[in-house]
């Protein structure tokens, strides 16, 4: 069993940045990939970027690519998500999700774990 909690989430203006932080605990946070997904009001969950066991591996969805940065520390079981240059349609509530696999995936039935969210809201 692995447990998430998210914090970070917060009131941003258009181009500002925010850093999500994803506390693990439970079962050995190294053995599995993590991604953060995203729903915003009246649409569908989708993937925002997900990293593999170490690290080495990441991918981003192409809305977020070149703007924010997926990363985890392993050591202190924390999974990281650095949003620069933040626009109003990245407004959602941002979850982040644990595999079982040590590789990365980008659908959300890879995603065995799931924390609560946190709101993350850019105002124009």
């Known amino acids: 069993q692995v447990q998430l909690v998210e914090s970070g989430g917060g009131l941003v203006q258009t181009g500002g940045s925010l850093r999500l932080a994803c506390a693990a605990s439970?079962?050995?946070?190294?053995?599995?990939?993590m991604a953060w997904f995203r729903r915003a009001p009246g649409k569908e969950s989708e993937i925002v970027a997900a990293?593999?066991?170490?690290?080495?591996?990441?991918y981003y969805a192409d809305s977020v690519s070149g703007r924010f940065t997926v990363s985890r520390d392993n050591a202190h079981n924390t999974l990281y998500l650095q949003m620069n240059s933040l626009k109003p349609e990245d407004t959602a509530v941002y979850y982040c999700?644990?595999?079982?696999?040590?590789?990365?995936?980008?659908?959300?039935?890879?995603?065995?774990?799931w924390g609560q969210g946190t709101q993350v809201t850019v105002s124009s």
């Open positions: 999700a644990a595999a079982t696999t040590t590789a990365l995936g980008v659908v959300p039935t890879l995603y065995r774990y």
């Open positions: 990293i593999n066991w170490s690290g080495g591996t990441t």
């Open positions: 439970g079962r050995a946070f190294g053995n599995y990939a």
